[in-house]
């Protein structure tokens, strides 16, 4: 194995990246010469059309600053005219006044008259013949810049078609030879994590599959799967009243009076509500201390100065020490403190239930590249939640949150070679940097690198020809209002479940959950600063569960299946067929 393979996290910049990054380059400038556009052309073309956009640009600003000038004169000439009239009402019905008052009505109206004149004389003359001409020369501007763009394009529509053609997953196998990706989460390889390591199916009806990555690391299986999932929570619910009472009382010099007095009665109520979000997770499968149990919560350490560091790790320590002596004394557990006390209380895995198996995983070399990877301040630093139950482990970190994992090709479609190259590298570096930091936790552990599990036999017939999480990643391709019931108001989460199997095909049920809403209004009692009882009127809203049923067919990329609305991934083909 290589040396730098052991120091995972400790190489990436060094290492890695560079690596990485240039076997992009080398990629897309291969794509560029097998395309055999003109870059040099491309890119001068390219300025002249940002040249001529920022001219369109620039006078499509100035065209909407002269418009606003002429909506303010012409605002201003209506209030003079406005004005002038209303001076000639005052002059006439005030036709007896002081002679000074109507020469003010007269003077007043007749300026205002002569600058509203003025003022449409400018706006007719001087802003619309300047918009006029502007108009016309942003058009001309407007045309140049299309015909650019157009031109720029047409330069690189050979290398457009090629982009679509990825090789974002073959290039982290180049940089990390170790690693090996699947085209799709097969039914062999589910067979293998569920049958040898008992990972389960995703039967929970709140949860669905929408984005999978598959693949091994010396032969001990990996999954990167995100899901679209319904929590149900509480929504509080607020209404009010005003209430008015008459209060007596005794003034200073002891007179009876009377006051009006107010309060506003507020009243709460909660009640059930859907609430959706997306969570993703990487899951491991090896055989290396296979009774192993435990778990680890992020600490943030790489935000952590050094002092504060020192503080957490005496703090965390001493309680360490105390749960040790306690199992200790009383036989309650078996857990037995780490000599290095700074890895004990960072990675915290207090829980852990077989002290010779976590020494086991943990050698030094372990807890040194753990201790790195926790306390490296970029990208992320201890982000992420490990969990090994048994031999399945499982890494959910923060930053896996934000991450695209379906690559998005049209993104590469732009009308600037350099550009191209620019989002390509960018999106490539940033899913190879989040791949690689996902699995950072497992690769700090040496013996999960050196272990290869021992021979799996497979089936050799399964009861579908692909798994329940690829066909739930292709129903959520499609459009949500195909599945959705039509009297849905919610999000909706999507469950398949086989029909039938033929040759190369599943027909698959696809079952759609929502909710349908109702208003109602509860009244809430509560007690007023009159001494009475009050009801409160609060308004919520009830979400119903409702339900539809649709069927799909999935088969492979190449195959064939029926219906009308089709779409294709992972190199599986999807049709949706409609209603049951």
């Known amino acids: 194995m290589d040396d730098s393979m052991l120091e995972f996290a400790q190489n990436y910049e060094s290492v890695f990246k560079p690596k990485f990054t240039q076997k992009v380059d080398e990629f897309f400038n291969s794509l560029v010469k097998e395309s055999g556009i003109n870059a040099d052309e491309n890119r001068m073309t390219s300025g002249e059309y940002r040249t001529a956009a920022d001219n369109a640009d620039r006078l499509n600003r100035k065209i909407g600053s002269m418009k606003g000038w002429r909506g303010f ?62 108009s016309a020369q942003h058009t001309q501007a407007q045309s140049t810049a299309d015909n650019l763009y157009c031109d720029c394009m047409t330069q690189v529509a050979p290398l457009h078609k090629l982009l679509w053609r990825t090789k974002l997953y073959e290039i982290i196998e180049e940089t990390l030879p170790t690693f090996k990706f699947d085209k799709n989460f097969n039914m062999k390889r589910f067979d293998y994590l569920h049958g040898k390591f008992g990972l389960p199916e995703n039967t929970d009806p709140d949860q669905s599959t929408v984005g999978l990555i598959s693949g091994e690391i010396l032969g001990n299986p990996f999954v990167e799967e995100r899901r679209f999932r319904m929590t149900m929570g509480t929504e509080t619910y607020t209404g009010s009243i005003v209430i008015s009472w008459t209060e007596t009382y005794r003034d200073n010099e002891g007179h009876t009076r009377t006051r009006m007095r107010n309060e506003t009665l507020v009243a709460t109520l909660q009640k059930p509500k859907p609430y959706y979000d997306f969570v993703t997770r990487l899951v491991f499968g090896s055989e290396a201390a296979p009774d192993l149990s435990f778990s680890h919560q992020p600490t943030h350490a790489e935000r952590l100065s050094e002092n504060e560091l020192k503080s957490k790790v005496r703090r965390d320590a001493r309680a360490l020490q105390k749960q040790a002596r306690k199992a200790a004394t009383t036989g309650e557990g078996n ?37 790195y990877l926790m306390k490296m301040p970029q990208p992320y630093g201890d982000d992420f939640d490990f969990t090994k139950s048994k031999m399945l482990n499982f890494i959910t970190s923060e930053h896996g949150q934000h991450w695209q994992i379906d690559e998005d090709n049209s993104r590469y479609m732009v009308y600037d070679v350099d550009l191209c190259a620019h989002n390509l590298k960018e999106y490539y570096l940033h899913f190879f940097q989040n791949m690689f930091f996902e699995l950072a936790p497992i690769m700090a552990i040496p013996l999960y690198q050196q272990h290869k599990t021992k021979e799996y036999i497979y089936s050799t017939r399964y009861e579908r020809n692909f798994t329940s999480f690829e066909s739930e990643v292709l129903a959520n391709c499609f459009d949500e209002s195909l599945f959705a019931p039509p009297e849905s108001e919610t999000n909706v989460i999507l469950k398949t479940s086989l029909m039938r199997k033929g040759h190369n095909v599943d027909q698959l049920k696809v079952d759609a959950y929502g909710f349908r809403t109702e208003k109602h209004v509860e009244y809430v009692t509560k007690f007023g600063g009159d001494g009475k009882m009050h009801e409160i009127p609060v308004e919520w809203v009830e979400y119903i569960p409702v339900q539809r049923a649709t069927s799909m067919d999935l088969t492979e990329e190449n195959g064939t299946c029926g219906g009308s609305n089709k779409l294709s991934k992972h190199g599986l083909a999807a049709s949706y067929l409609g209603d049951l």
């Open 73 to 134: 004169m012409i605002v201003m000439a209506v209030l003079c005219f406005v004005t002038t009239v209303i001076m000639g009402v005052l002059f006439f019905v005030n036709n007896d006044s002081e002679p000074s008052t109507l020469r003010t009505f007269l003077i007043v109206g007749i300026v205002c008259l002569v600058v509203g004149i003025a003022l449409v004389i400018i706006v007719v003359k001087v802003f619309n013949k300047k918009i006029k001409a502007l």
């Open 335 to 371: 857990f037995t403190e780490m000599a290095n006390q700074e890895f004990d209380a960072l990675f915290n895995a207090e829980d852990r239930d077989n002290e010779v198996q976590f020494r086991l995983l943990f050698t030094p070399l372990a807890q040194k590249n753990m201790l």
